[in-house]
């Protein structure tokens, strides 16, 4: 399995901005597709975006799409999620994992065989 850490999370303002990054470890991020996921206090996990291995290959949840953006560089083994227009209700825990289907996107949490430990996610009104 590969090891991932997350980072780039934090306080802001509706409306603001913040790009988290997910640090591969142990393998190349190549042999992986990989997503973003996100859970609120007292409520299930969520899947909020994904790519393969080309990296126009993207896809997003409905709830996210227009204002996140999902991007990986492979040289530098990190995904990145790209999060504009914060609002409240983006208020959470984001996970980044990998799948090992490099070319397939995956939507659902039990596809993905590696996790990071989390980054918070704060948004004040």
């Known amino acids: 399995q590969v090891q991932l850490v997350e980072s780039g999370g934090g306080l802001v303002q509706a409306g603001g901005s913040l790009r988290l990054s997910c640090a591969a470890s142990?393998?190349?991020?190549?042999?992986?597709?990989m997503g973003w996921f996100r859970q609120a206090p007292g409520k299930e996990r969520e899947f909020v975006a994904a790519?393969?291995?080309?990296?126009?290959?993207?896809y997003y949840a409905d709830s996210v799409k227009g204002r996140f953006t999902i991007s990986r560089d492979n040289a530098k083994n990190t995904v990145y999620l790209q999060i504009n227009s914060l609002k409240p209700e983006d208020t959470a825990v984001y996970y980044c994992?990998?799948?090992?289907?490099?070319?397939?996107?995956?939507?659902?949490?039990?596809?993905?065989?590696?996790w990071g430990q989390g980054t918070q996610v704060t948004v004040s009104s």
């Open positions: 994992a990998a799948a090992p289907t490099p070319f397939r996107i995956r939507t659902m949490d039990y596809e993905y065989d590696s």
């Open positions: 790519i393969s291995y080309y990296s126009g290959n993207t």
């Open positions: 142990g393998r190349t991020l190549g042999n992986y597709a």
